[in-house]
């Protein structure tokens, strides 16, 4: 019985959609790994600045465009699917991290460089195999990101330029999911956006009608008072901008993934 259940919930939807058990199961695990992580930062004394942001960004795109590539068949498995993409993406990164810092230790060169080369590295081998065919897609998707970015910016002296930037990779990932759904016949991985954009990939006891471009109000819903949040109830400027870096993860690699997966393909293969 546990195995079925195991199967059903967690196993057969990967790759294809999340459902709500394995949500909420997904999401203890990241508040888990998420303090446990700060906690290992501060125990090392590494500032979340723009340093550090500049060493995990060419991970985050490495998930995204690894994602994409799965979709695509370029990498088989279900160690390419997410959530276990990001486990083995979070062990290379660490580990390049703990590599830094000794190389920082013994030669003076800061340890994001040498984060950075790697997820450099990582990022152009993938970028070999990505072939834009639908441009179409492509276009519409830089399009109703760029709307959204110049808004975003355009507040950046109320809200920060931070915020403006985490914000417009939430609309990246809004815009892609947009796009893909309302002109290409994709549907929606996740439960709750599903939900209320009528597009989820399974069935739910409760849907909204098929409304797609309710993705952008919820996006600006959640997002903008989460990160206002976090400025005014985080302890320091370190706290904040971790908190803040994994709002951005959750964002630019979901939308990296959403905008390469259809543009890779003018139709959607299932």
Request: net charge positive; glycine share 6%; aromatic share 16%.
């Amino acid at each position: 019985m546990v195995e079925s259940f195991i199967s059903e919930k967690f196993l057969a939807p990967m790759c294809s959609y999340y459902t709500p058990e394995a949500t909420l199961v997904y999401a203890v695990i990241l508040v888990a790994a998420v303090y446990g992580i700060y906690r290992f930062l501060e125990r090392v004394k590494i500032k979340i600045d723009e340093k550090f942001f500049l060493a995990v960004l060419p991970f985050i795109i490495y998930g995204g465009t690894t994602r994409a590539l799965r979709d695509h068949n370029f990498y088989q498995g279900y160690l390419f699917c997410s959530p276990l993409i990001y486990v083995v993406i979070f062990s290379i990164a660490f580990s390049l991290l703990i590599l830094g810092l000794f190389i920082q230790r013994k030669t003076g060169v800061e340890y994001y460089k040498t984060m950075l080369v790697g997820g450099t590295v990582l990022v152009l081998y993938n970028v070999t195999m990505i072939h834009i065919s639908n441009w179409w897609a492509f276009v519409l998707i830089l399009s109703f990101t760029s709307f959204w970015a110049a808004v975003s910016f355009s507040i950046h002296k109320v809200i920060g330029k931070l915020n403006s930037g985490i914000l417009s990779a939430h609309m990246l990932d809004a815009s892609s999911s947009f796009v893909s759904v309302a002109f290409f016949g994709y549907c929606e991985q996740h439960v709750l956006t599903g939900m209320i954009t009528g597009a989820y990939c399974s069935v739910l006891p409760f849907s909204m009608p098929f409304a797609p471009w309710l993705i952008f109000p919820l996006k600006l819903a959640v997002i903008l008072p989460a990160l206002l949040l976090i400025d005014r109830y985080s302890e320091n400027k370190n706290q904040a901008n971790f908190l803040k870096l994994i709002v951005l993860i959750l964002g630019l690699a979901l939308g990296t993934r959403n905008a390469l997966t259809v543009s890779m393909s003018a139709i959607h293969s299932g």
